[in-house]
């Protein structure tokens, strides 16, 4: 299976497969290898002749098979690219014709969903190396993403502030790149190169105060009164702090903080080697390890699960203005 960078880096050489399907449930990495075919595999004085872009609610596979087949004029590439691919309804029957394409066309099927693994279709490109699944990207990685993402247009931003910025874009990609790109704008303007937490809270509007990241180092270093603090502010303001979005960060950390307990001799640079994580991160779950024991841990992870029942009405009837609170006092409390 290609990556991503193996993809562009075939369509930069103009040497692609000859179909290409990229399909998963994270458009965005469907729509920048498609935008790039589009923009750098036909040179652009053969982009009238040799590139058709289909739409896949207006066409069916014969009509994508009748471009894929025809040969180039005056140029040594033909370039079709469909779009939403997954509404062609008969697009499986494509399948029996891939070894009948010319060696100079480049079909790119774009199927913004999951690929259904039992099609002779997906069968039939993954054998020739052609399959590429975008997925979404898990928590974890996006502060890394955003750092990358800044670095491309030569702007610095250290992982607190990257993570403070993840706290409010979420994994949605599209809407980072949007944030970055707006900031990048901005900073540009002002001569600045690096992403400071004021440029963030500014621009994009999280607080770098009140935050679940900000929760999450008061409830590690047991600070009683900054947590129930930051948790009365995200009660007066439940509509940009949802509390679905609070319980996914404090599980994630605590249910990974149950695996340190488990390294024969834990410190940083181990746990940032079983974890995947930031140094910095790393330097959390170690001091969480010292102030929570495992069988505190356990417990969290149980009153993290009770709460989020509680919040979707599931045996209890507490207004989510209050779940905030009780969910400090059930953690400091285990």
């Known amino acids: 299976m290609p990556t991503y960078d193996e993809i ?30 589009a923009k750098e595999l036909i040179p652009s004085e053969e982009q009238d002749f040799n590139q058709s872009i289909l739409y896949g609610a207006e066409v069916n596979a014969r009509t994508i098979l009748l471009e894929a087949l025809r040969f180039p004029m005056m140029g040594s590439q033909v370039l079709v690219l469909v779009r939403e691919a997954q509404q062609v309804r008969d697009l499986d029957t494509l399948a029996a014709h891939l070894d009948e394409l010319p060696e100079s066309t480049c079909l790119i099927l ?7 693994k039992r099609k002779a279709l997906y069968k039939a490109i993954s054998e020739r190396g052609g399959f590429f699944e975008s997925t979404k990207m898990y928590d974890s990685k996006i502060p890394d993403f955003i750092i990358k993402s800044f670095a491309a247009r030569q702007l610095d931003i250290d992982p607190r502030t990257a993570h403070l910025m993840a ?35 500014y621009y994009i509007g999280v ?15 047991r600070d009683a009164a900054r947590a129930y603090r930051i948790a009365l502010y995200f009660a007066s303001d439940e509509r940009n702090h949802p509390i679905q979005m609070t319980l996914s960060t404090l599980f994630g950390f605590f249910s990974n903080l149950m695996a ?63 779940l905030y609170s009780e969910l400090v006092s059930r953690i400091l409390a285990a």
């Open 167 to 201: 706290d409010s874009t979420g994994n949605d990609l599209e809407k980072i790149l949007n944030e970055v790109e707006k900031i990048a704008l901005a900073l540009s303007e002002k001569g600045a190169r690096t992403v400071t937490p004021e440029v963030i809270e």
């Open 8 to 37: 562009i880096r075939s369509l930069k050489q103009r040497k692609p497969q000859r179909v290409y399907l990229l399909a998963g449930d994270e458009p965005l990495f469907i729509d920048q290898i498609a935008s790039f075919a």
């Open 110 to 116: 774009c199927y913004k969903k999951k690929a259904d």
């Open 207 to 221: 607080s770098k105060e009140y935050n679940n990241f900000e929760l999450l180092t008061a409830l590690i270093r």
């Open 260 to 322: 340190v307990y488990y390294i024969a001799q834990p410190n940083e640079r181990s746990i940032a080697s079983l974890l995947g994580v930031q140094p910095f991160v790393a330097r959390d779950y170690d001091l969480a390890r010292r102030g929570y024991s495992a069988a505190q841990t356990f417990a969290i992870i149980h009153q993290i699960r009770l709460i989020d029942a509680y919040s979707k009405g599931v045996d209890a009837n507490i207004p989510t203005s209050q």
